[in-house]
């Protein structure tokens, strides 16, 4: 049996307390296996992007336990000692604003990612040039963030969430900005890093348009996986 690479277990987050309380996830549970990609949909405020950030490391659960690729990271309470590091080596995040910094170059903005994880600047610039040429914005190099149009900025962004080649790759409307058939090469994009890197995707989207490419749906309603 092959294992899950992300396991969600009985999750639950509330922010807030009393009168002000919100509860943005109850109980979901949801694996994704290494190859899949699954997309997540459901209404404003369902929870899709706090659930996204749960499985990213970034938000603490207020309950439940998160298996990704066979360690326990939390169990009532965080069990990585390291999570920065963590995160910076083994998830991608492709978020909608695309947030490259603006006072970097195109191949800055992803070698940087490398140079945190201790690449030389050297080793760093040459793997941010083939992932640029992967994604076919190479001839952007050496742009500033706001000279991309939408579609390459969010090539950019997608070179810089492969960069580590994360096995967990995590992408909140990365379509959004984008024309249908842009839409549908990012989605071919992700399809084959996820079968190349036997990596598992999860991404957040409202768009119809790209529902079949998906190898699975889940749908979020009022913080509840809807059956
Ligand atoms: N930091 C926070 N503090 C308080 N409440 C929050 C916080 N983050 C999210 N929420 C609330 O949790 C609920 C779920 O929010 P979330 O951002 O996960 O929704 P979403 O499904 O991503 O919505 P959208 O489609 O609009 O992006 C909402 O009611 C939201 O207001
Ligand atoms: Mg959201």
């Not at 209404?43 to 066979?70: F, M, R, W, Y």
């Not at 991309?148 to 409307?173: F, K, M, Y």
């Not at 999860?202 to 079949?212: P, R």
Request: charged share 25%; net charge neutral.
């Amino acid at each position: 049996m092959p294992k899950p690479l992300v396991s969600v277990r009985n999750v639950s987050k509330h922010f807030g307390e009393g009168e002000a309380r919100v509860d943005a996830l109850v109980d979901v549970s949801l694996d994704v296996m290494a190859g899949e990609v699954v997309g997540l949909k459901g209404p404003s405020g369902s929870g899709k992007t706090t659930l996204l950030n749960v499985i990213g490391c970034i938000l603490e659960p207020s309950a439940g336990q998160l298996v990704l690729n066979d360690e326990v990271v939390f169990d009532r309470k965080w069990l990585t000692r390291d999570l920065r590091r963590m995160r910076l080596e083994r998830i991608g995040f492709i978020f909608q604003a695309h947030n490259l910094l603006p006072f970097l170059s195109v191949v800055e903005n992803v070698a940087l990612v490398l140079r945190l994880a201790g690449q030389s600047e050297q080793a760093a610039t040459a793997r941010a040039d083939e992932l640029l040429t992967y994604l076919e914005v190479s001839h952007r190099r050496k742009a500033m963030p706001a000279q991309l149009s939408g579609g390459e900025a969010q090539r950019v962004a997608i070179a810089r969430a492969l960069a580590n080649q994360p096995r967990v790759i995590l992408a909140d409307e990365p379509t959004a900005a984008l024309d249908s058939e842009r839409a549908r090469i990012v989605m071919d994009l992700l399809r084959r890093v996820a079968v190349e890197n036997e990596a598992s995707i999860i991404t957040v989207t409202h768009d119809e348009k790209i529902f079949s490419r998906f190898d699975r749906l889940v749908s979020l309603r009022d913080g509840r996986i809807d059956a």
